[in-house]
């Protein structure tokens, strides 16, 4: 049998080593090597919106498996057409770039976003506004982007042309936003830096000053889109649109898939020989994402997601009543965060693997925060047995760490 020995000899040691390793999932429950069960209150860390196994995914993947791998952006294929067609029929945008993930959507993003203002504007207007604590990914300019400079920490020097300011802070962004700034890129919850919803007045503010500079908003939804918060993208929650918006994590629903919208304005910059990805745009992705979109696009799931998520807060405010270990508990849709008091700060990690000994899996966002995102499709059931093992959690933690 495969185990963590080996692990740990052969793999880098950039994620630690995990706890278990796991073996197969049908909807919202997993099993490990030796047949032990989970619920899952992580789903992939916001990923598996279906939960594990769906049928018609499982169909979406075998069928178009046994068609057509792969081309090369040389040639077309039927799935990336029709999905970037049902993304901009579902969305703001007019135009989609296909990749593989949440951090080169964000690259493609930033690259659009800077073309687009230097072809319009020339050479000057480059700076692109970010916020701390945010983040974008992990490659170079993503984890530049990002407010969160552990993760850049020993891999300088960045690139240049990235300014940060306090996320849901109107005073600095007014004083900050210029003629030189290109794109503000921003989460509508900052989902690793603490599940932290954005305010809508500042959300209207970055608007109003991204319109009066000629500057693109990107709205960074890896975390937050594909029916996460109870619609398909955070933004319809207000009443303002991106410029450009990035989607992976749950748009392939545990396979890998990301893509970058945009509006026309930004599109018509990005030309032939721009930018590229061998993988981006692959029919095995791309008929996936498809399914997974016509899936999760429904009125339907939009009130089973508003319904748990109300049903999961609900049940967090009555243990929280007993045990008291949390400030806030904020998020939308199934992305929820319980934010500990500062009396167990840096614990949320023991809360994830007390859950583990429960059979529930859970997330951190942060020292602090207890994320949970499970999967879309996740039953009232479910999410009441969640709440039975998250009661002996809280219970366990508070003998362990109260005095
Ligand atoms: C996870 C995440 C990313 C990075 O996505 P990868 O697929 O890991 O590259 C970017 N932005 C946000 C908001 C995320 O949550």
Redesign the pocket.
């Known amino acids: 049998m495969t185990d963590l020995n080996d692990f740990q000899t052969f793999m880098t040691p950039n994620y630690g080593t995990p706890p278990i390793i796991m073996s197969h999932g049908i909807g919202s429950t997993l099993w490990d090597q030796n047949g032990r069960k989970f619920l899952d209150f992580a789903g992939g860390?916001?990923v598996s919106a279906l939960g594990h196994s769906h049928p018609e995914m499982v169909s979406a993947l075998t069928k178009q498996a046994a068609k057509l791998w792969h081309l090369s952006n040389t040639l077309a294929n039927e799935p990336a057409i029709e999905l970037a067609k049902a993304l901009v029929q579902a969305t703001f945008a007019d135009r989609v770039f296909l990749c593989n993930?949440?951090?080169?959507?964000?690259e493609a993003a930033i690259k659009a976003a800077r073309r687009a203002a230097f072809n319009q504007s020339g050479i000057e207007k480059f700076e692109i506004i970010c916020f701390d604590n945010a983040?974008?990914?992990?490659t170079i300019a993503?984890v530049t982007a990002g407010g969160q400079a552990k993760y850049r920490e020993g891999f300088g020097p960045m690139p240049g042309g990235f300014t940060h300011l306090p996320f849901n802070d109107c005073k600095s962004l007014d004083k900050t936003i210029s003629e030189k700034t290109c794109a503000i890129m921003v989460?509508a919850i900052q989902?690793?830096g603490g599940v932290r919803p954005i305010c809508p007045t500042f959300f209207e503010k970055i608007r109003a000053g991204c319109d009066r500079v000629g500057a693109a908003l990107i709205v960074?939804?890896?975390?937050?889109g594909m029916g996460r918060t109870g619609k398909l993208f955070a933004y319809e929650h207000t009443s303002f649109e991106p410029d450009i918006l990035?989607s992976?994590?749950s748009l392939g629903c545990g396979f890998?898939v990301?893509a970058m919208l945009c509006k026309n304005w930004i599109a018509k910059h990005f030309i032939a020989g721009t930018h590229g990805s061998t993988y981006g745009g692959n029919p095995l992705a791309a008929a996936v994402a498809l399914k997974a979109l016509a899936l999760i696009n429904t009125p339907e799931m939009n009130a089973a997601v508003t319904a748990r998520s109300e049903q999961l807060q609900k049940g967090l405010h009555v243990l929280n009543k007993k045990y008291q270990l949390f400030q806030t508990i904020r998020g939308k849709g199934l992305l929820i965060g319980a934010v500990l008091e500062s009396s167990y700060a840096d614990k949320a990690h023991e809360l994830v693997a007390l859950g583990q000994k429960q059979g529930l899996l859970t997330l951190i966002a942060g020292a602090n925060v207890h994320r949970m995102a499970p999967p879309l499709i996740i039953s009232s059931t479910e999410i009441e047995d969640g709440l039975t093992r998250l009661e002996c959690v809280y219970s366990d933690f508070k003998k362990l760490f109260s005095n």
Request: proline letters at 4%.
């Open positions: 860390i916001a993930s949440g951090a080169e959507a964000n983040f974008h990914g992990r993503t989460e989902g690793e960074d939804e890896v975390q937050t990035t992976a994590k890998p990301g």
